[in-house]
């Protein structure tokens, strides 16, 4: 009896550590796409609004790139034909948030990193 409550407790203690390494993942995944919001929007000079929608842009794409590296692996063709997916909603995305002039110096930005 000891042993299977002794059990039990490292179970219970793998699952509580394994949800927080996940929303330290999450954290900072939030982290990242702020910072991507707040510099693109310093080179492209746009609305609250729009830095929302950014933000969550790109938050959007980090966690779908998160959740595909994790489930498919890196260096996969399920994952480069995903990946290709949510890159293309990530540019639609970004072209309806977008003015046409600032998704066009958007594209050259990103495409320069």
Do not use: W
């Not at 039990?8 to 699952?15: D, E, T």
């Not at 310093?42 to 779908?64: G, V």
């Amino acid at each position: 009896m000891k042993k299977i409550i002794t059990f039990c407790f490292f179970a219970f203690a793998l699952v509580l550590g394994t949800q927080n390494a996940v929303a330290q993942n999450k954290l900072e995944i939030n982290k990242v796409a702020n910072e991507k919001a707040y510099e693109l929007r310093k080179e492209l000079k746009f609305s609250d609004d729009a830095l929302e929608e950014t933000y969550q842009a790109y938050r959007e794409k980090a966690l779908k790139e998160y959740s595909l590296a994790k489930h498919d692996g890196v260096n996969t063709p399920a994952y480069a034909k995903n990946m290709a997916t949510v890159e293309a909603k990530f540019s639609a995305t970004m072209e309806s948030v977008l003015t046409e002039e600032q998704y066009k110096r958007f594209t050259i930005i990103n495409e320069s990193k």
